[in-house]
C-alpha cells in the first residue's frame, strides 16, 4: 500500500465546503470521485483541513492511499483534465506511510480580502466594505491578538474541540492594490476563527471598537462578545506548512 500527497487549489464560491455532505457539491466529493474513476477503485482522500462552504484555498494538501505504484505525474495531468475548471492539482508524490496531511501540518496561513471599491474582476473573492479604516489601529490590535493563546471568543459555538489554544505567529494587515489584505497564521484555527478576528478588526478599524475593548473580548472567553464574522467568499487559505523531509522519510 503506498501514500501520496495531493498539491491543490480551489475556488470554494460552488462548494459547500471542503468535507463531504450527504447530497451536497464539495471538494472532496468531486476529488474522491475523479481518483476513484482514474485508479478503478474507490479511493478516499484526507484533506489537510475543514475549509467552509464558500471559502477558496490557494495552497491546499491531502493524502490517499493506493496498491503498488503510480505514475504520479500522469495521474495529476489526468486529474486537471478531469476535474472541473475551478480545482486545480499542483502536484502528486509518494510520501511516507503513515503521514498525514492533517496531524503533519505544522503551522496554516490565511489571507482576508477587503475592499471599499467595486471589483468587477475580483467578484466572489472579496469582501465589499462600505466604510474607512484605519489601518494603522488594526494592526495595533492584531498586535494584542498574538499577546493571546485562548481564542474561545472567536470560536464557533458547540464544536467538539478539545482545545481553544491556538499560538499566532503573524497577525497583520496591508494594502495589495485596491485591497487591503489581513494575514493569520498559527499553527491551528478554531471553526469561523479568521472570519470573526477579521470582522472584530474592523470594528476597531472603523472606531466601534478600542484596543482595551478588544482585550475584554478576548478574555471574557465568550463568541457573543466578538465581532460579526465576516462572509466566507473574502477568505483564502493561502499555505500549509510542512517538514517535507520527514513526510517523504520512510
Request: aromatic residues 12%; proline residues 3%.
Amino acid at each position: 500500500m503506498g501514500r501520496y500527497f495531493i498539491h491543490l487549489a480551489y475556488h470554494g464560491g460552488a462548494y459547500c465546503g471542503w468535507q463531504t455532505q450527504p447530497e451536497l457539491p464539495t471538494v472532496q466529493y468531486t476529488l474522491e470521485q475523479a481518483l476513484t474513476t482514474l485508479l478503478r477503485r474507490p479511493t478516499a482522500v484526507v484533506g489537510c483541513g475543514r475549509t467552509d462552504t464558500g471559502v477558496h484555498a490557494s495552497d491546499f494538501y491531502a493524502h490517499f492511499d493506493t496498491d503498488g505504484e503510480i505514475d504520479a505525474d500522469a495521474l495529476a495531468f489526468k486529474l486537471n483534465s478531469f476535474l472541473p475548471q475551478d480545482i486545480a492539482i499542483f502536484s502528486i508524490f509518494p510520501v511516507a506511510s503513515n503521514a498525514h496531511a492533517r496531524f503533519d501540518a505544522t503551522a496554516r496561513t490565511y489571507q482576508y480580502h477587503v475592499s471599499d471599491r467595486r471589483l468587477p474582476f475580483r467578484q466572489g473573492q472579496y469582501c465589499r466594505i462600505y466604510f474607512r479604516l484605519d489601518v494603522e489601529r488594526m494592526n495595533e490590535a492584531a498586535r494584542v491578538l498574538m499577546e493571546y493563546d485562548d481564542f474561545t471568543s472567536f470560536a464557533k459555538l458547540h464544536t467538539q474541540v478539545k482545545t481553544n489554544i491556538c499560538h499566532l505567529t503573524e497577525a497583520h494587515w496591508a494594502e495589495e492594490g485596491e485591497e487591503l489584505v489581513f494575514t493569520i497564521r498559527s499553527n491551528r484555527f478554531l471553526r469561523n476563527m479568521v472570519r470573526s478576528v477579521t470582522g472584530t478588526l474592523l470594528d476597531v478599524g472603523r472606531g466601534k471598537l478600542d484596543i482595551d475593548g478588544l482585550r475584554a473580548i478576548v478574555e471574557r472567553k465568550d463568541r457573543c462578545a466578538a465581532g460579526v464574522s465576516m462572509p466566507a467568499q473574502g477568505l483564502f487559505l493561502t499555505k500549509v506548512d510542512y517538514d517535507f523531509e520527514k513526510l517523504t522519510r520512510q
